[in-house]
């Protein structure tokens, strides 16, 4: 089953933070958060495992509660090229990814 | 992580023929995957490619209208058979360097159908 993510959609101006949410009703082993932008494949942000870390990423970062099955991505202070199309997707250990519906982040001056 | 080397990158085709698309990893790997992405959509898993035995295939996609090959650990094929309007999608193949969890995407193939 596809991960549910929240918003569909964001604007923000240049400075502004943001938060993304992928939510799974299937157990969550991994959670895997990629960008992409127009054109172009989609590139590989971060993972996170179980056991409820939070990872960073410049000014990205992201936590996984394992016990509500949810990820969440952090951006702040966002910067024109944080423009694009995020993904996060799902699997179960060494199978493939299951992707969310995406969040198109518009970010502009 | 691994470099991935997809081909063509765009092509337009006539309805009724057929297209492959190629994808080479600069390391061996033990799982290919082969995605489509419609226009605005979200990535959509079409077959796991694991060198050695058959395609896996998702529900929806069956082997006669996408045939795939892998011949070995570093490449593989996706063949969109007897093409219609409605294949007319980017499809991306994407591999995990394994034990890593890092999935890498090639760089898409934009295919028209006309």
């Given amino acids: ?109 | 992580s691994a470099v991935i080397s997809q081909k063509p990158s765009r092509d337009i085709c006539q309805r009724g023929t057929s297209l492959t698309i190629q994808c080479q990893v600069d390391s061996q790997v033990t799982m290919m995957f082969w995605y489509r992405q419609q226009p605005g959509q979200s990535l959509t898993l079409i077959a796991t490619a694991n060198q050695g035995s058959e395609a896996t295939y998702e529900s929806g996609f069956v082997i006669d209208k996408f045939p795939i090959s892998r011949p070995n650990l570093t490449f593989s094929t996706l063949t969109v058979s007897n093409l219609s309007p409605e294949d007319s999608s980017i499809y991306l193949c994407s591999v995990e360097v394994t034990g890593t969890w890092n999935y890498t995407f090639g760089s898409g193939t934009r295919l028209t159908v006309v």
């Fill in chain 1, 1 to 109: 089953q596809q991960p549910v993510q929240s918003p569909q959609a964001v604007i923000l101006r240049e400075g502004e933070d943001a938060v993304i949410n992928c939510s799974s009703s299937k157990a969550l082993y991994s959670v895997h958060w990629y960008r992409q932008k127009h054109g172009e494949a989609p590139v590989f942000l971060m993972i996170l495992l179980k056991g409820g870390e939070q990872k960073g990423h410049e000014k990205i970062s992201a936590s996984f509660n394992e016990k509500k099955q949810q990820s969440s991505l952090y951006l702040t202070a966002s910067q024109l090229s944080y423009s694009g199309t995020y993904f996060c997707g799902r699997n179960s250990g060494n199978t493939p990814l299951v992707f969310g519906k995406g969040t198109r982040l518009s970010v502009i001056a």
